[in-house]
């Protein structure tokens, strides 16, 4: 069935560095991918999608680009924020949806 | 982007007591809404699939009788958790699915807690 890998947290970072997880999905047909965040104590919020092989999700700095050739599709961004300490979920839709474990990221000041 | 609010957001019962929980789609119409349930520090466990006017499609291990569900209208569902118990005790999230977004969108979640 379909699965979705992620980088094992907690990650944690000083502000301005660069973060990435890693993410890989195991998926019969072509499914569209989703980042998800989830702060403290409340559900979650979609950050960024992608449709379709080579799309490239955007969104409050992050990015992400759908590679069916690796299977993955890695979160990224810049330069974080203490604002940006948050679970990340990696996810598949092939009409219900599978997560990832999710991955813990603190940004320390 | 789409809004999904869920009500209560904290709710605090005794045991053999029922709770209900809500689940609406405020700007768009869902077809299908999701239940989940999380428990600290895990990803997020599907418990059913919930089509409007039809029958829910509870994952394997999910009891039915335990964790009724209802989706009246395009804009509503509702999960019951009946005669809980502590074990129950957990974080619930729904979710709506918009059709035109092919994109699922969360509520803030449900704490509940069984004393």
């Known amino acids: 069935g379909d699965s979705v890998t992620q980088m094992e947290g907690p990650v944690t970072l000083s502000e301005e560095a660069f973060l990435t997880i890693n993410c890989t999905y195991t998926?019969?047909?072509?499914?569209?991918l989703f980042w998800y965040v989830q702060y403290p104590g409340e559900g979650l919020q979609l950050l960024l999608k992608?449709?379709?092989?080579?799309d490239k999700g955007s969104n409050k700095g992050f990015e992400a680009t759908y590679r069916k050739e690796t299977t993955s599709f890695h979160l990224e961004k810049g330069s974080v924020q203490v604002s940006d300490s948050a679970v990340y979920f990696c996810a598949l839709d092939d009409y219900k949806l599978s997560f990832g474990a999710g991955t813990t990221v603190t940004v320390r000041a | 982007g789409a809004v999904v609010s869920q009500h209560p957001s904290w709710v605090i019962c005794k045991s053999g007591t029922s709770v209900k929980i809500e689940c609406r789609s405020l700007d768009f119409q869902a077809t299908t809404m999701f239940w989940y349930r999380q428990f600290p520090k895990q990803s997020l466990m599907l418990m059913a699939t919930s089509n409007e006017g039809s029958k829910a499609t509870y994952e394997q291990g999910v009891e039915k009788d335990k964790f009724l569900i209802n989706h009246a209208s395009l804009t509503l569902s509702t999960l019951t958790v009946t005669s809980a118990h502590p074990e129950d005790s957990s974080f619930y999230i729904c979710?709506?699915?918009?059709?035109?977004?092919?994109?699922?969108?969360f509520g803030p979640g449900t704490r509940l807690l069984v004393l």
């Open positions: 979710s709506a699915r918009d059709p035109k977004q092919e994109t699922q969108y």
């Open positions: 998926a019969t047909g072509y499914p569209s």
């Open positions: 992608a449709t379709k092989a080579d």
